[in-house]
């Protein structure tokens, strides 16, 4: 079984690179179950006349990467399969633009189904399904010998592994001998069930970025701005909630450097395919304090393909209160068939 396979379609949330680049208010990395490939675009909107998403990133697992990775594989490394790395841009107003690197590393996640430790009884299924599906085949080797007693077992075990034809054939014979509790398109079925379960599962992630920024569009004006470390936790509240606690401090370039922090909790309500959340923020920066309440809805659209809204109320530092509406869009590596 590949590790592919086990990516359950969870909620695509903005990278490192991408919160780094301030297309929202709040500094909440959510953590998700690691995927391949994933990739976001966003808006933050300052004005009315902000309507075109000016930020983006992409975010990849390098080995999950390699099609050929095993479930087998993935347990042994967790640590680096669940590895991720991010690179992002955002465009401003004056045609200057910034330019992100982040890295996101997952420290536990109970969501994950790949996962034989946190979900031990996966393992129990996949082998029960491997053994039927194998009793299944030799049941339909045993059925074409009765018809063909001409030809002998291995010479059909060997067609079997180099004849794509028979083996679509012989498959399509094993499904009447599987067992219906086990058989192998009941996978998907557990999978899917599955994922409803466990989207607010404990998790914890840390992750990092670095921003550049430039005055125009040459990039060599680049110029180092900001670096900033996240840390989130997601519990799970009943089999409708889950509440995020997390922390962001970050170094600023401006004039000089100044030290940025802050912490909020969001708290979602729902399933794993539409969810709406509140969130509060509380934030240290200039040597001020600034609040940010916020309120959204966060949606699947189809495989691999996620939305959010949100209405953020920011009280800055001189105690001036502004609404700021915005939307992120995230795709990433949809869920396998089988």
Known sequence: MKAGWGNLD?????????????????????????????????NYFMTSAGIIPKNMALEISPLLLNSKASLNDY??????????????????DNGAYTVAEGLRFTL?????????????WFTDVLYATAVDKSVAINKAFEEYLRTHPDE????????????AAFKAAIDKSARKFFDKAL???????????????LWNAPIWEIGAAAL?????SLTKNLKFSQIGFWSTAGIPIGTKGQLLIGAKVASVDSVKWQTVVSIGQRFFYGSNNAKGFVQAQYEHRNKSNWFTSSMGCQFNVTNGLWGEFSLNL??????????????NIGFGTPERER
């Open 10 to 42: 969870y909620s695509v949330p903005e990278s490192p690179a991408l919160k780094i680049l301030g297309n929202t208010p709040d500094n909440i990395l959510k953590p998700t179950s690691v995927r391949a490939l994933a990739f976001g675009i966003g």
């Open 75 to 92: 347990n042994r490394n967790k640590f680096l399969y669940r590895s991720r790395l991010s690179v992002g841009t955002s465009l401003l």
């Open 108 to 120: 536990m996640d109970r969501t994950d189904l790949r996962d034989f430790q946190s979900n031990p």
């Open 152 to 163: 002998k077992l291995i010479t059909v075990r060997d067609k079997y592994s180099t004849d």
């Open 183 to 197: 058989n192998v398109d009941r996978l998907a079925e557990i999978r899917d069930s599955i994922r409803n379960i």
């Open 212 to 216: 550049q920024s430039s005055e125009d």
């Open 314 to 327: 920011v009280v800055d530092g001189r105690g001036d209160v502004s609404l700021h509406p915005g939307f």
